[in-house]
T-cell receptor, first 113, second 113 residues
């Protein structure tokens, strides 16, 4: 079945550092890939997505490229801020029909000033 | 203006009680979902309805019963609550087409004591 493996957390960085959170997946067909973010005490928000190979999703300075050859969708940001502190989830959606999202285990990110 | 709204946000109840969580979406989507987030932040789908019809039913105790009176509503009823049911329950919605974004509510924090 489909699965997502995320970089183990927690991750702690200083402000303005470069961020990478690794995400790899196993899936049949051509899934869509998503990054969701959960700020403390809040619900899940879509951060970015990509629906086909070589697509790059981007939002709020974050980027991720759908790499079919390496089955990866790593999240990157060039210069993180304290406000980026949150839990980040990589997720995989089905290639057809209703979206049964399969989530990675989440990576807690803390940015220190 | 809230796209996916669920109530209550916080619920503390005793073991053995029956409780319901309500969810409404105003996005015009045809598919709604319930996800469960455990204490380790792991997210897993429980149910999905498309146009009021159950289409995804993961391995969930039959004490959990979803009900969809119309496309815009998906309620979750839980009978005979157990300590292990303590979690955050997220309602979500989307259009049932691969790659479409799933929009999540803010979550309902359930604590069983």
């Amino acid at each position: 079945g489909n699965s997502v493996t995320q970089m183990e957390g927690p991750v702690t960085l200083s402000e303005e550092a470069f961020l990478t959170i690794n995400c790899t997946y196993t899936a049949t067909g051509y899934p869509s890939l998503f990054w969701y973010v959960q700020y403390p005490g809040e619900g899940l928000q879509l951060l970015l997505k990509a629906t086909k190979a070589d697509d790059k999703g981007s939002n709020k300075g974050f980027e991720a490229t759908y790499r079919k050859e390496t089955t990866s969708f790593h999240l990157e940001k060039g210069s993180v801020q304290v406000s980026d502190s949150a839990v980040y989830f990589c997720a995989l959606g089905g290639s057809r029909g209703a979206q049964k999202l399969v989530f990675g285990q989440g990576t807690r990110l803390t940015i220190n000033p | 203006d809230t796209a996916v709204s669920q109530t209550p946000k916080y619920l503390v109840t005793q073991m053995g009680n029956d409780k319901s969580i309500k969810c409404e979406q105003n996005l015009g989507h045809d598919t709604m979902y319930w996800y469960k987030q455990d204490s380790k932040k792991f997210l897993k789908i429980m149910f999905s309805y498309n146009n009021k019809e159950l289409i995804i039913n993961e391995t969930v105790p039959n004490r959990f019963s979803p009900k969809s009176p119309d496309k815009a509503h998906l309620n979750l009823h839980i009978n005979s609550l157990e300590l292990g049911d303590s979690a955050v329950y997220f309602c979500a919605s989307s259009q049932a087409t691969a790659g479409n974004t799933i929009y999540f509510g803010e979550g309902s924090w359930l604590t069983v004591v």
